[in-house]
């Protein structure tokens, strides 16, 4: 066996890769993002049923809307 084989041998390798963490500029973005989603959560909580369903809303959406668990559609 070779000394590289006996050297590396010992080493360990972690069982998960450790995750990179966000750069400020991603922070500042999902910071922004969060905030943005809350003023159209609210915007949407003050409208009547009758303009959410002028907007496409369905009555499952606007359920969801009035209990504040509609997600918004993925990018």
């Known amino acids: 066996m070779s000394t590289l084989a006996l050297w ?4 360990t390798v972690p069982a998960v890769e450790p995750k990179a ?8 973005i999902q910071a922004r993002e ?7 959560q609210q915007f949407l ?3 009547s049923d009758e303009r959410l369903q002028d907007l496409g809303y ?10 504040g ?3 918004m559609p993925a990018r």
């Open 69 to 71: 668990r509609l997600t």
């Open 34 to 40: 969060r905030e943005a989603l809350r003023h159209i």
């Open 58 to 67: 369905t009555t499952a959406d606007i359920e969801a809307i009035r209990q």
């Open 8 to 11: 590396s041998a010992d080493t």
């Open 45 to 47: 909580n003050w409208q």
């Open 21 to 28: 963490k966000l750069s400020l500029f991603q922070r500042l």
